[in-house]
């Protein structure tokens, strides 16, 4: 990295920490140590959501014939992104922090687009996405960890609901969020670790809120789980306090 080394940790970062990927600073390295410490479970959970996240675009490219992504709150790729999960579709990334915006163009090969936006404004992103997006033809829009940083329940609700109502029918949610069903005593110290640390506050969500943001779309089953177990491979086991779900806009 060439930038100056910033003082505060960025989720974005830390997750390519997490990852394994070598976009990051000492300040997230050191973020991540003091939050390992709280939850040692990070790495699984953070390679977790990652393997889901495969396992979801793989079912929208294939069975469900997605060819178009938005995926916002993207960070950094890392590896098994999700152009790279899906080499043939249009994917247009967003973010809302500029630097991960324009690290993230750095970074990346391929035909995959980045742009700055912010998901608390849906009809910016919609406006901006039709640049790339055919937007009379079925989305699949990807929310991995990202709503978790919208810590006001009825912005985030209003966010993912209006986001796709601008999408056509047949359009997908892929959306993970933390919740405290999974070591919650040590969740709730790792991100309070996190919000006192000066970066962008999180928030974990009850699975039923979680459910809430798929309200008047079809849930496909099994539901909203626990990322690993929604429709396992066999490599992953273990639960994670993050949950998903994918569901289809009739
Ligand atoms: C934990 S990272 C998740 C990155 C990626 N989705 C993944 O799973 O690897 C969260 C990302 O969301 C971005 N973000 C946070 N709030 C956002 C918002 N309101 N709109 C768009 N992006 C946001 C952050 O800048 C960060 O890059």
């Known amino acids: ?13 830390l997750l390519n920490h997490l990852l394994g990927g070598t976009d990051n600073h000492p300040v997230d390295r050191a973020a991540a140590e003091q939050m390992l410490r709280h939850l040692p479970g990070l790495v699984t959970w953070a390679r977790s959501n990652r393997r889901f996240l495969g396992r979801a675009v793989r079912y929208l490219t294939g069975t469900a014939g997605v060819t178009q992504f938005l995926d916002i709150g993207a960070g950094l790729p890392t590896a098994d992104n999700t152009h ?9 990334y967003a973010d809302n922090d500029p630097q991960v915006v324009a690290l993230a163009r750095k970074l990346l090969t391929g035909t995959a687009t980045y742009i700055e936006a912010d998901l608390r404004d849906p009809d910016h992103i919609l406006r901006a996405a039709a640049a790339t997006l055919d937007l009379s033809a079925p989305v699949a829009v990807m929310l991995i960890g990202v709503v978790d940083f919208i810590v006001d329940d009825r912005a985030a609700a209003a966010a993912v609901r209006d986001l796709m109502a601008g999408l056509p029918s047949g359009s997908y949610l892929v959306l993970t969020h933390p919740t405290l069903e999974v070591a919650p005593e040590a969740v709730v110290r790792a991100m309070e670790w996190w919000n006192a640390s000066g970066s ?12 809430g943001f798929f309200r008047g779309l079809d849930l496909l089953d099994p539901g909203v789980v626990t990322v690993t177990r929604w429709r396992p491979d066999g490599n992953d086991t273990t639960s994670v306090p993050e949950y998903a779900g994918v569901a289809r806009k009739a």
Request: hydrophobic share 45%.
């Open 200 to 211: 962008a506050p999180i928030c974990a969500r009850a699975p039923s809120e979680v459910a």
């Open 1 to 13: 990295m060439t930038e100056p080394s910033p003082k505060v940790a960025h989720s974005a970062r």
């Open 84 to 92: 790279q999960v899906a080499p043939d579709a249009t994917v247009l």
